[in-house]
């Protein structure tokens, strides 16, 4: 029935808010921080609208879109960290925060076989889990692929850039729009540890997913407000 939907945003807005939470040192108590109620607020009145007009995936993005304009960007980005913490756990692939911008570094002896772009089965099943990246729309997602140093850049620079590629293809594949994502190849050109150690050009062999807010698609939501 119609009538009910609303209720099922509110359930849907509520995690927006518990991510909020903040603890009183003298007491132990938490409560719901004042950033963390605007934005269940706003995600609790956008989602009704969304359920009248849309139905329930209506109800559930709109509630999505509507918090992240109460909450603010950072509220936004940080639930979507929690939720890819929670589903990459154990996978190997690590979870950096730098500002507003979500990091996912997915090291080469998950994802590729030496000298393959083929995206492994272990690395699919991590993707796979992170469902997180469908379910927030409001973001842009660049995928950058590195080697390190050993071969030249007529090798490196298109292996690289295939992998990117090859991660790319595998979101889009599990319901991630092509209009989020762009792809690059570095080939060894940024390393992030000495190229002089076998270690240190292992972490250097890796494929990065830079998770960034949709400026446009949150001033979009505002003006839908």
Do not use: W
Not at 142 to 161: K, M, Q, V, Y
């Amino acid at each position: 029935m119609k009538f009910l939907k609303p209720l099922t945003v509110i359930a849907t807005a509520i995690p927006l808010a518990l991510t909020g939470c903040v603890t009183d040192p003298a007491t132990g108590q938490q409560s719901a921080s004042k950033t963390a109620m605007y934005g269940l607020g706003g995600a609790a009145v956008c989602g009704i609208v969304g359920a009248l007009t849309h139905g329930g995936k209506g109800a559930r993005n709109s509630a999505l879109a509507c918090g992240a304009v109460g909450a603010g960007i950072g509220g936004y980005m940080d639930y979507q960290e929690k939720k890819l913490r929670q589903s990459l756990a154990n996978t190997n692939i690590e979870v950096e925060r730098q500002g507003n911008q979500i990091k996912l570094v997915m090291p080469e002896n998950v994802t590729f076989a030496t000298g393959s772009a083929a995206l492994s089965g272990h690395a699919q099943s991590a993707l796979s889990a992170a469902q997180t990246l469908v379910q927030y729309p409001d973001t842009t997602l660049t995928i950058n692929g590195h080697t390190d140093n050993t071969g030249n850049d007529a090798i490196n620079e298109p292996l690289s850039r295939n992998r990117a590629e090859s991660v790319a293809t595998f979101l889009q594949s599990r319901g991630v729009s092509s209009t989020r994502l762009s792809t690059f190849g570095y080939g060894s050109r940024q390393p992030i540890a000495s190229n002089a150690t076998v270690e240190g050009r292992a972490q250097n062999r890796r494929v990065e997913i830079l998770i960034n807010p949709d400026q446009r698609a949150i001033d979009a939501a505002k003006k839908q407000m």
